[in-house]
Nanobody, 117 residues
């Protein structure tokens, strides 16, 4: 499985970006897909998740600002990030999970988001 993340960049505080994660196979084959981020000197943390059934969940600091969505026909998951803050600066990673007897997790290469104040 390959996950190709894109869409990061340098943006001013208050700005927006749309991150994309293109999968090499049907995203409905995964139990869930998610976006994580890892800021400088920090651990990798969950930002948003979307399940196969379409349920979504967000970490508290991004609720109301970030939106995870998907296009099944394009095998792509998106993360719309609005009202960006300097503390959102991080490398954003796409994740996919499938359960076939055991849990398998796949990661994309990351896309960097830098928010200037």
């Amino acid at each position: 499985v390959q996950l190709q993340a894109s869409g990061g960049g340098l943006v001013q505080a208050g700005g927006s970006l749309r991150l994309s994660c293109a999968a090499s196979r049907s995203i409905l084959s995964f139990s869930s897909m998610a976006w994580y981020r890892q800021g400088p000197g920090n651990q990798r943390d969950l930002v948003a998740v979307i399940t196969r059934s379409g349920n979504t969940n967000y970490t508290g600091s991004v609720k109301g600002r970030f939106t995870i969505s998907r296009d099944n026909a394009k095998n792509t998951v998106y993360l719309q990030v609005n009202s960006l803050k300097p503390e959102d600066t991080a490398v954003y990673y796409c994740n996919a999970v499938e359960v076939i007897g055991v849990l398998h997790a796949y990661w994309g290469q990351g896309t960097e988001v830098t928010v200037s104040s």
